[in-house]
């Protein structure tokens, strides 16, 4: 009997404890823009990464981090964007939006957009 009642102490101590820790944790998200464009003997990709705006309430403190992510632009196929932000901890959600922008005999260029999703400190946002 003392040792449920000391585990039921601990849980109702400790209960809220983890709640309040839980809340230092906080999602982040991004865009992965994958430009494509398609001519009559080759396909050429053009990424970009938007990670919201300069001055959001969740930017990130660390500029090394932003351009450690930047360099996501420079991979030469959509997948190795993918695997580069897998490395990062970023995890894929879904895709948001695909367009073709123009379409000719000669051209065809696509537009989509990927989002990803990691957890980060809150600490680590301004």
Same mark, same amino acid.
């Given at each position: 009997?003392?040792?449920?009642?000391? +585990? =039921? /102490?601990? @849980?109702?101590?400790?209960?809220? *404890?983890?709640? %309040?820790?839980?809340?230092? #944790?906080?999602?982040?998200?991004?865009?992965?823009?994958?430009?494509?464009?398609?001519?009559?003997?080759?396909?050429?990709?053009?990424?970009k990464l938007f990670l919201?705006?300069?001055? +959001? =309430? /969740?930017? @990130?403190?660390?500029?090394?981090? *932003?351009?450690? %992510?930047?360099?996501?632009? #420079?991979?030469?196929?959509?997948?190795?964007?993918?695997?580069y932000l897998a490395s990062?901890?970023?995890?894929?959600?879904?895709?948001?939006?695909?367009?073709n922008s123009r379409t000719?005999?000669?051209?065809?260029?696509?537009?989509?957009?990927? *989002?990803?999703?990691?957890?980060?400190?809150?600490?680590?946002?301004?």
């Open positions: 009997m003392r040792q449920l009642t000391l +585990s =039921l /102490m601990l @849980f109702c101590c400790l209960g809220p *404890l983890s709640h %309040l820790l839980a809340q230092d #944790k906080i999602d982040k998200y991004c865009l992965l823009i994958n430009e494509t464009t398609v001519k009559a003997v080759r396909e050429q990709n053009t990424f919201g705006y300069e001055n +959001s =309430l /969740m930017a @990130f403190k660390d500029t090394a981090l *932003l351009a450690q %992510l930047k360099q996501v632009e #420079k991979r030469a196929n959509l997948v190795d964007a993918f695997n990062l901890g970023w995890q894929y959600i879904g895709l948001t939006a695909s367009m000719s005999f000669a051209n065809t260029n696509l537009s989509q957009q990927y *989002l990803f999703k990691r957890t980060f400190d809150r600490s680590a946002l301004k």
